[in-house]
C-alpha cells in the first residue's frame, strides 16, 4: 500500500474546542462584607461627631498602620513555628511574622514606647481603623471590622478613667442616644481579682473564668455556669472546654457578677462583702469609691455611669477599672436580645507598655465597635437614610445647552453645595428615575423653553415623596408631574437650592 493510500485510510484528528476561560464568582470570604454607600456616609458622620466630643476634651489623633510584628501584638507562640490562631499571620521580607492588627491598643503601646521621648505625659489620642480577627463568624460579628478608640497613657489616677466614661456618655448623647436608652457600666478588674482570690481560682484557670464571665449578657447564668465547669456546646454544636471549677467556685463567681447594684453604693455594699479579706480587692473598692466621688463632683449621676459587677471584660491585660457602654433600649438584633447591648468597652491596662520598655507606664481607655453602633443607631431612628454625601442633581436633557448645564453645576459647588451633574444617556424620565433610586434632594432640569426664557426648574425630591405618599398609582408617572417643583430665574438658582436643603439640615 503506497502511502498516499495509507493516508487516505486515516482518520483526520477533530479539532479541538477552545475551553472558555472560567468566569470567576463574584463572591466574598466568608466574615467579610461589603458597605454599601449609604452606610459608609453615616458611618462617617458619627465618626466625625464622636470625635468632635474627643478633641473638646484634648484628645488628639493618632494613625498605626494596619501590619505589626506579631510580637508587637502580643499574640504568638514561642514553642511553636507559627503564630496561633486569632490573628492574620504571614511571614514578612525579612522572615519575621507580621500579622493584621487585631485591635488599636497594642499597635498605640508600640508607638508610646517608641516615641517616649518626645511625648508629652499624658498623651491623649483617639484612633478609628479596621481591625481583623481569625474568628469564627457569627451573625452579626465580622472577621473585619471598624473600632474608635480613645486612651490617655501616662496618667495612673483613677481621674483619667473618670475622663474616659465621661467622655463616652457625651459622645453618645452627641450622637442622638438619649440619656436612658444607654448607660456606661463600670467594674475594677482588682475587684473581680479579690473575687478570683475568695473563690481559689488559680493563675492557669484566670483567663478562661473571665472570658466566662464576660459572656454574661449573651448566655446568661446557666451558660457561663456551664463554662465555668465542665464545658458548654453551642447550638451549632461546637463544644467549648470549660474552666473545669467546682460547684462552691461556680455558684460564688455567680453570685458575685449578678449581685443586685441599683446605684453606685449598692455596688460598694454588695462587693464588700464577696471580696472581703482580699487585699487587691480592698484596693479595687478604693479606685471604685473614688470614681464614684469625682463622677458626682461632675455631675454625672447612675443614670448615665453605674457600677456594674457584670461587666468583666475577657482580655487578660486589663489592670484596674473596665468599662462597657451598653444600650438599654428594645431593640431585637440578630441574636434575639431585647436589650441592644454592649457597643463600646475597654479599662485600665498599666502594664502594656512595659512590655516593650520595662517600665511601668500607667493608661486607660476604651474602644467602640463603629457598626454596630450605628445599627444602634438606625434602630432609634436617629440616621436619615435620605441624607447622602451629594444631595443635588443637574440633569443634562438637550446636548446643545451642555454647557449651561455644566455652568449652573460648577456655580452650586462654589457655593459649597456638593452637586452631580448627570452624565449618562437617556430622556429626563430615565434621570429622574436615577435621581430618586440614587435619592438626591433637589433636581436641576431645564429644557431648551426655560433656558431662552433664563429660567430653571428645581425639583424638591423630598417634598415630592412626602407628597406622593398619599397617592396611588405608577410612581414612575409621579415623579414626572410637578409636587415640589419650582421655577425660578437664572440667577436665583443658587439661593432655591439652598433654600430647599435648609428644610432638612
Do not use: H
Not at 402 to 409: D, E, T
Amino acid at each position: 500500500m503506497s502511502g498516499d493510500a495509507a493516508n487516505e485510510g486515516e482518520k483526520k484528528p477533530k479539532k479541538q474546542k477552545k475551553r472558555k476561560a472560567k468566569r470567576p464568582v463574584p463572591r466574598v470570604p466568608r466574615g467579610f462584607r461589603d458597605l454599601p454607600p449609604a452606610d459608609l456616609v453615616e458611618r462617617r458622620r458619627m465618626i466625625e461627631t464622636i470625635t468632635e466630643v474627643y478633641e473638646r476634651y484634648g484628645f488628639t489623633p493618632l494613625e498605626t498602620p494596619a501590619v505589626e510584628y506579631v510580637d508587637v501584638l502580643g499574640k504568638f507562640l514561642p514553642e511553636a513555628d507559627t503564630p496561633e490562631g486569632g490573628i492574620f499571620t504571614w511571614r514578612y521580607d525579612d522572615d519575621e511574622w507580621v500579622a493584621l492588627r487585631y485591635d488599636l491598643t497594642a499597635p498605640l503601646s508600640r508607638y508610646v514606647a517608641k516615641n517616649f521621648q518626645e511625648l508629652g505625659m499624658p498623651f491623649r489620642r483617639y484612633q478609628t481603623g479596621n481591625v481583623w480577627r481569625l474568628e469564627k463568624p457569627e451573625p452579626g460579628r465580622y472577621r473585619e471590622f471598624r473600632q474608635l478608640d480613645i486612651d490617655i497613657v501616662g496618667a495612673g489616677a483613677v481621674i483619667a478613667d473618670a475622663e474616659i466614661c465621661c467622655v463616652l456618655s457625651e459622645a453618645m448623647e452627641a450622637i442622638g442616644i438619649p440619656r436612658g436608652s444607654y448607660e456606661v457600666r463600670l467594674n475594677d478588674r482588682k475587684v473581680l481579682n479579690g473575687l478570683l482570690e475568695a473563690a481559689r481560682v488559680t493563675e492557669e484557670q484566670t483567663l478562661t473564668v473571665l472570658r466566662a464571665l464576660d459572656k454574661l449578657d449573651r448566655l446568661g447564668p446557666e451558660g457561663v455556669s456551664l463554662l465555668l465547669g465542665p464545658g458548654r456546646k453551642d447550638e451549632s454544636g461546637d463544644f467549648t472546654k470549660g474552666a473545669g471549677l467546682a460547684e462552691d467556685q461556680v455558684q460564688t463567681l455567680i453570685a458575685f457578677v449578678t449581685a443586685p447594684s441599683d446605684d453606685r453604693a449598692g455596688y460598694l455594699a454588695a462587693c464588700r462583702d464577696l471580696v472581703a479579706g482580699t487585699q487587691v480587692g480592698a484596693e479595687g473598692l478604693a479606685e471604685m469609691s473614688e470614681l464614684d466621688e469625682i463622677l458626682s463632683e461632675r455631675g454625672f449621676g447612675a443614670d448615665r455611669i453605674r457600677f456594674d459587677p457584670a461587666i468583666v471584660r475577657g482580655l487578660a491585660y486589663y489592670t484596674g477599672p473596665v468599662v462597657e457602654v451598653v444600650l438599654t433600649f428594645s431593640s431585637e438584633d440578630v441574636e434575639g436580645r431585647t436589650e441592644f447591648g454592649s457597643v463600646a468597652g475597654g479599662g485600665r491596662y498599666d502594664d502594656l507598655v512595659s512590655r516593650f520598655t520595662g517600665q511601668k507606664v500607667p493608661a486607660t481607655g476604651a474602644s467602640i465597635g463603629v457598626d454596630r453602633l450605628l445599627t444602634a443607631l438606625k434602630a432609634l431612628g436617629q440616621v436619615e437614610p435620605r441624607a447622602g454625601t451629594c444631595p443635588v442633581l443637574v440633569t443634562t436633557i438637550e446636548k446643545e445647552y451642555r454647557a449651561v448645564y455644566q455652568r449652573w453645576a460648577s456655580e452650586l459647588r462654589a457655593a459649597g453645595i456638593p452637586t452631580e451633574l448627570y452624565v449618562g444617556t437617556g430622556k429626563v424620565a430615565k434621570q429622574f428615575k436615577y435621581a430618586d433610586r440614587r435619592r438626591f434632594s433637589a433636581v436641576v432640569v431645564a429644557g431648551g423653553n426655560e433656558i431662552e426664557a433664563g429660567e430653571v426648574s428645581i425639583k424638591d425630591l423630598r417634598l415630592g415623596e412626602e407628597l406622593s405618599a398619599d397617592v396611588a398609582g405608577d410612581r414612575k408617572a409621579w415623579l414626572e408631574e410637578l409636587p415640589g417643583q419650582v421655577t425660578v430665574k437664572e440667577s436665583d438658582l443658587v439661593a432655591e437650592v439652598q433654600q430647599i436643603l435648609a428644610r432638612y439640615q
